[in-house]
């Protein structure tokens, strides 16, 4: 790889990752980039797109490029494969209060296990731990997908 990426710039990404989008980190350039699916789609059936709004054509050619050479990127681990369940699991783990531990335990179990842990965390005026907690362990994900990948990074 030419350029290190920063590994903030990948913790980052893999907080917003959404569904409709792949991220990518440009080998050569060590920068990130997201595509729509869509945008992929269209490119892999080599729709034309000279119709389209002008920075839409650009997306489009970020698409094209990443289809048409593919070994110049790697994908960055997807939400799915990122677990943020799991995350939240184990720092409910973590917390020594027996009574909070079991409290959040159970707010993060069935429908809703998202809002319902914000919710906990509040409550027990425990956001800075938390976002803390989470911080690192998109770093360490980071870093791992790093050092598989061999991809030279910057902390």
Not at 52 to 76: G, S
Request: hydrophobic share 35%; charged share 35%.
């Amino acid at each position: 790889m030419n350029n290190p990426v920063k590994l903030q710039s990948i913790v980052e990404e893999l907080k917003m990752q959404f569904e409709e989008s792949r991220t990518f980190l440009s080998i050569k350039a060590g920068e990130i980039i997201s595509v729509t699916s869509e945008n992929l789609r269209a490119a892999e059936e080599e729709e034309p797109f000279d119709h389209l709004p002008e920075w839409e054509q650009e997306d489009r050619k970020v698409a094209i490029d990443v289809v048409e050479n593919f070994e110049n990127y790697k994908e960055l681990p997807t939400k799915y494969e990122v677990n943020e369940y799991e995350i939240m699991e184990n720092f409910c783990l973590t917390v020594s209060d027996q009574s909070k531990q079991e409290s959040l335990l159970r707010a993060i179990k069935e429908k809703g296990a998202f809002r319902r842990f914000k919710d906990k965390i509040i409550d027990f005026e425990m956001e800075e731990q938390w976002y803390s907690y989470r911080d690192e362990c998109f770093k360490q994900i980071a870093i791992e997908w790093c050092q598989e990948n061999k991809i030279n990074f910057i902390k």
